[in-house]
């Protein structure tokens, strides 16, 4: 004899799209789906420091430096320390929340570059797409996104921010 389990009911419909694996994608394909996994979570995001803060999808909620709400510092690798990602979001949401400016004033969220090398920070400045510049007094200029050092630019001699023709 045969028993047979479930519902009368009938079969489910198949799928209308058909299933694509990650290693089947093209370059293309896969920054495109990048790009709008980037863009629905930073829809959701509460506040975005680009210098700073990892993209919005990439703000893990485990115990790493992407997840965490406590207070302690968190490695995000040999050259930065700082707050979990999920603590300044946290610390934005709150202060846009109370009706104050969505800013980290008096906090420091992040130490970038503490064991690099001995330099002095002459200046700072945030460029257009959010990149921190620091610029250092051994002819250095560090760029920083997403809480790590992009590039380390060196100027020397005879370029043109040198000189008595600097600005010109």
């Known amino acids: 004899s ?33 790009e709008a996994e980037e863009r629905a979570a930073a829809r959701d995001a509460d506040g975005s420091i680009p210098s700073l803060q990892w993209p919005p999808h990439l703000r893990g909620s485990d115990g790493s430096a992407g997840g965490g709400d406590g207070e302690c510092e968190v490695p995000y690798g040999p050259l930065v320390r700082g707050l979990p ?62 809480g790590a050092l992009v590039t380390d630019a060196v100027h020397g001699p005879g370029t043109p921010t040198d000189g008595p023709d600097a600005g010109a």
């Open 85 to 146: 990602q999920r603590r300044i979001e946290s610390l934005l949401r709150s202060r846009v929340d109370s009706g104050a400016p969505g800013r980290l004033l008096g906090r420091s969220a992040l130490t970038l570059g503490r064991e690099l090398r001995r330099a002095f920070v002459n200046d700072l400045a945030v460029l257009r797409d959010g990149t921190l510049a620091s610029c250092l007094d051994d002819g250095r200029v560090h760029f920083w996104r997403h």
């Open 2 to 34: 045969v028993t047979l389990y479930g519902p009368a009911a009938p079969p489910p419909s198949p799928p209308t799209a058909a299933t694509v694996f990650e290693e089947d994608l093209t370059e293309t394909d896969r920054r495109a789906a990048d």
